[in-house]
């Protein structure tokens, strides 16, 4: 999620200031690309390529086998899969910043600012993308308990011990005590994810106020 926001929110922000051009071409057609690759697929052609031709990155697992691993070496395990994990993401989040900057840029308070003689990087990064980001956040709140379900494939195909695979194999086992505990994880981070979303509006938007 936090590797999705940080190529996100500039591209959509850049994209949103330079409509039609090529950049935003560009960056509109990545999207749509990176929204419509299937995740276990595009994980076999990074394994194929950054760990069988390559050889700069493990290919599966959490770390070498029999050996406890440092920090270091379970970044290098994560990257690929993290990575995965984040191109849907990052695509969709980079198309609803795009089209909110596009809507805020259009409003009298962006023109009566840029009639002021503010600089532009000021009128877009302090005023337009504050509350360009309200919807984004939104959206970001409903995602945050979607990383543990929608994770499923892409663990099981880099066998990473996470909570998606651990639900799906509990499910097989019928372990059911860890099946409600998986269910009430991601229960707690619905609720989680709304309380996060109020919080951040009132950040963002100084107009919301909660008394």
């Not at 409003?107 to 360009?132: E, F, P, S, W």
Request: some cysteine; overall charge positive; proline content about 4%.
């Amino acid at each position: 999620l936090l590797v999705a926001l940080l190529i996100a929110v500039p591209v959509g922000v850049i994209a949103a200031t330079r409509q039609y051009s090529l950049f935003d071409y560009g960056a509109t057609f990545t999207a749509f690309i990176g929204i419509s690759i299937p995740g276990f697929w595009l994980g076999l052609l990074m394994m194929l390529l950054f760990a069988v031709k390559l050889r700069w990155l493990p290919a599966v697992g959490r770390g070498p086998a029999g050996g406890q691993a440092d920090v270091l070496t379970t970044l290098k395990y994560l990257i690929m899969p993290a990575f995965v994990l984040a191109i849907e993401s990052t695509a969709a989040f980079a198309r609803y910043v795009r089209a909110s900057m596009l809507e805020v840029v259009k409003q009298d308070y962006i023109r009566t600012a840029k009639a002021k003689g503010v600089a532009d990087r000021i009128v877009i990064y302090k005023h337009a993308l504050r509350n360009a980001l309200i919807p984004v956040v939104t959206i970001l709140g409903l995602a945050l308990p979607g990383l543990v379900g929608g994770s499923v494939i892409i663990e099981s195909l880099f066998a990473w011990p996470g909570m998606g695979r651990l639900f799906v194999q509990s499910a097989f086992n019928r372990d059911y005590t860890v099946i409600m505990g998986c269910l009430l994880l991601s229960s707690v981070l619905v609720v989680v994810g709304n309380l996060m979303t109020d919080i951040s509006y009132a950040l963002i938007d100084p107009r919301i106020k909660y008394h």
